[in-house]
């Protein structure tokens, strides 16, 4: 049970930073478009990475620079890219005015879009194979500790995705769609730009 709530606990303050995944999640829960297959694809593929990063992964990650350089640089690509998109839509605005209106992106292009925020984000790999995978060696119970981890990811991205519902009232108004698209192409630029830096 210790290395269940050690696991829970360390993988919640590691995953409720606001980052490119996580607005993406808001933003689709503010929409409620596929927010059932939205929350529950960040959450299995949190729980995919937090398994491998406790199997050892992460050791293999570390003895291998090259994966974390090639990570790195798509994942700065990607984020430019959705960053200057967010960037598009924020300056045009009028194309999503109220929760669960305007234009529908497809469950396809939304999870493709999302496997890019999730697979491609250098953080991500970082954070669930490499550092949890590092804080689970102290536990002796390595499948409690994973087991935890993977549960916060589900509380938290589930709790954002239909959580966000309770702002719509707030995204009634057109220019609350416009700045949080504008947020969200500072975070995803800021993080790019972090990567850019930081390699």
């Known amino acids: ?13 590691l995953i409720v930073a606001i980052g490119a995944q996580n607005a993406f999640v808001l933003k689709q829960g503010l ?8 929350c529950a694809f960040c959450a299995l593929s949190d729980a995919i990475l937090i398994v491998a990063g406790v199997m050892g992964a992460g050791a293999l990650a570390a003895r291998a620079p090259w ?26 605005g009028g194309e999503a005015l109220q929760a669960g209106s305007g234009r529908t992106a497809g469950l396809g292009a939304t999870l ?3 496997a890019g925020l999730t697979w491609l984000n250098p953080h991500v790999w970082l954070d669930t194979v ?15 500790f994973a ?39 500072v975070i995803m630029w800021s993080i790019a730009l972090g990567l850019i830096l930081n390699g």
């Open 147 to 185: 087991f935890g981890a993977a549960s916060g990811s589900v509380l938290f991205f589930f709790a954002l995705g239909y959580g966000a519902r309770w702002l719509s009232p707030l995204f009634a108004r057109p220019v609350a769609w416009r700045v949080l698209d504008a947020l969200v192409g």
């Open 1 to 13: 049970m210790s290395a269940y709530l050690a696991g829970l606990g360390t993988g919640l303050s």
């Open 112 to 114: 493709l879009v999302l």
């Open 67 to 92: 994966f974390l350089q090639a990570m790195r640089w798509g994942g700065t690509a990607f984020l430019i890219i959705y960053g200057a998109r967010a960037f598009r839509t924020a300056w045009r």
């Open 130 to 144: 490499v550092l949890l995978g590092s804080v689970s060696a102290s536990w002796d119970s390595k499948a409690g």
């Open 31 to 38: 929409m409620r478009r596929h927010v059932l297959a939205t």
